[in-house]
């Protein structure tokens, strides 16, 4: 007998099992059930539809029922919702929504991939008609025409996100003056603080006035109904006439919940690497599941599209009698935000620390492509190993360009287990449009070999941000930039020791350092590299070298001075 298999819900997961499941079976019999208007959409392309950067709707449908039923034999039913699993039974039941009237479906194999749920807190006054969220093709149709008709001049997002992000910079794009508010101490929570700071001062430069550290409390209406404040903790408003509400989702987990299928630590449907269920005969996958950290070996949430649509290949051809395996994610993601794009790959160095890994980091401010050649941009990387194995544990590059190409890199090594000094050995292509004959990522790999083996010593640069840089601390920095460079800026109570003079400035280096701690440092790292060299030949102990340089120590600066102005403002 032909295998029936059913699956709850589109988009990607969903899509991608029908599909597969149809590849590795024909004979099969497949219907999909979606709730939503649309089977398989771009939901990742609906902030550049608000901003106009795409300009035709169309391009955001992936495909269609017809092409659906046409293409791979696959029923679809549209504006269809699913009641309930009866495990015993093997049936689901669906309500169609648009005719009111319920049905019943058996089924030999199910996968559930209802996807994720955004999160809405009781907010008093959320019902109005200028209150939005972005998750779908009708949220989007409802946003654009609202923009299109009443043209509002200030708008509020609420949430630091990727959807956030996206739609702060789609509302810039479109001339609007925008607030971003966020109830954590920055943006992008997944990034560290060293490396969100270029984000939050991107989104400074395109009009985003940034509120953070506080949360909305409520939304205070006019007659008309319509939103024209928010409160924040604390009492403060923020005058606007568009809300969009972007402070994360969940997994959508009442169907297997209710049915008796398992969930995990994370509140994700709990799976195996075949995608199955804690119920024989039923799969799940996508943002309703969680899924295997390539890191730690610990399951996790990740709600991307990337390991969606592998999760829905394996659960559709599992379900059809195959034997796929989806390995695990390493949660690795890129987003856009004015000028600046954010990549990570791996842990975080908080996540690292909370897993109670041992963490060596390295910090570099290389340029994307050869300097000599036109149009070199900066790339911020940082990138973790463990101490003693010296195995990659993760990656954040914040840049204009070139910051796809180190990111997939550096999630391939990490997917291979690779060490940081693996790193500096990579042939990675090079000419002087695209690359350095010692690309970022080899870079990375050879400061990173200095720092496990022991070569160097390392001073954190929010540490010094945050003031300990006084004798009380018994530090003192070092600056071996030109004085030219010094007297322009520096960190305060630094002292300048150009580099070119310090072999003739050991006497005073020795005086002046004394029984303290000295941190060398300049722009971005390599010149202070140069002279710990220099001094640690000439048996001057207790140097460090500050991580990043000056310019990782003058981002986290602006930064606090940001969340200051804010805070201010507010």
Not at 319 to 328: C, E, P, Y
Not at 339 to 357: D, I, M, N, P, R
Request: aromatic content about 6%.
């Amino acid at each position: 007998m032909p295998t029936k298999l059913v699956i709850v819900g589109g988009v990607a997961a969903g899509a991608s099992a029908a599909t597969k499941a149809r590849r590795e079976d024909e004979s099969a019999e497949i219907v999909l059930v979606e709730k939503g208007p649309y089977v398989s959409y771009a939901n990742c392309g609906l902030p550049y539809y608000i901003s106009g950067e795409i300009e035709d709707r169309g391009k955001l449908l992936v495909t269609t029922p017809q092409v659906f039923e046409k293409h791979f034999n696959v029923k679809v039913l549209l504006r269809h919702e699913a009641l309930g699993v009866n495990l015993h039974q093997r049936t689901l039941e669906v309500r169609d929504l648009d005719k009111g009237q319920t049905i019943e479906l058996s089924y030999d194999a199910l996968i559930l991939a209802p996807g994720a749920a955004p999160i809405v807190p009781p907010f008093p006054g959320k019902d109005a008609p200028n209150f939005f969220q972005l998750r779908s093709v009708p949220d989007a149709d409802a946003l654009y025409e609202f923009l299109s008709v009443h043209k509002p001049k200030k708008a509020l997002v609420v949430g630091g996100g990727f959807i956030g992000l996206e739609c702060a910079e789609a509302f810039a794009h479109r001339g609007l003056e925008v607030t971003l508010v966020e109830k954590l101490e920055h943006v992008l929570p997944n990034l560290d603080e060293d490396m969100v700071a270029y984000v939050e001062g991107a989104l400074e430069k395109i009009g985003v006035r940034l509120v953070l550290g506080r949360g909305v409390q409520a939304f205070e209406k006019n007659d008309q109904g319509v939103i024209v404040k928010a409160l924040l903790e604390g009492g403060d408003a923020i005058e606007c006439d568009l809300v969009l509400l972007a402070i994360g989702v969940r997994p959508d987990t009442k169907l297997a919940k209710e049915a008796g299928i398992a969930v995990g630590e994370t509140g994700a449907i709990k799976v195996n690497d075949r995608m199955e269920t804690s119920v024989s005969g039923v799969f799940a996958a996508g943002d309703a599941v969680e899924s295997l950290n390539l890191v730690t070996g610990k399951s996790g949430w990740f709600a991307l599209a990337g390991p969606a649509n592998q999760q829905g290949r394996v659960a559709g051809a599992n379900a059809v009698g195959k034997d796929l395996r989806f390995k695990g994610t390493l949660g690795t993601f890129i987003v856009r935000a004015g000028k600046a794009v954010a990549a990570k790959t791996g842990l975080s160095e908080k996540e690292a620390l909370k897993e109670g890994y041992e963490v060596c980091k390295v910090l570099i401010h290389p340029e994307h492509h050869a300097g000599y050649y036109p149009g070199a941009k900066s790339l911020h990387m940082k990138v973790l190993a463990e101490k003693g194995t010296a195995r990659l544990l993760g990656a954040q590059i914040v840049g204009e360009e070139g910051v796809d190409k180190r990111v997939d890199v550096l999630s391939t090594a990490l997917f291979l287990r690779a060490t940081i000094q693996d790193l500096g050995d990579l042939n990675l292509a090079y000419a002087p449009p695209f690359g350095s004959a010692r690309d970022p990522v080899n870079q990375a790999g050879l400061v990173g070999s200095h720092l496990v083996s022991g070569e160097i010593d390392s001073y954190d640069p929010v540490r010094a941000a945050k003031g300990d840089n006084g004798d009380d601390d018994g530090v003192v920095f070092l600056d071996v930039r030109a004085p030219k460079e010094f007297e322009e800026e520096h960190i305060p109570g630094a002292i300048n020791v150009p580099l070119s003079v310090l072999r003739q400035s050991m006497d005073k280096l020795k005086e002046v350092i004394g029984e303290k701690q000295a941190v060398l440092y300049c722009g971005v790292g390599y010149r202070s590299y140069l002279a710990y060299r220099a001094l640690k030949h000439r048996g001057i102990q207790g140097l460090k070298a500050l991580l990043g340089g000056f310019v990782s120590f003058k981002a986290l600066q602006g930064k606090a001075q940001m969340e200051a102005k804010s805070g201010n403002e507010s």
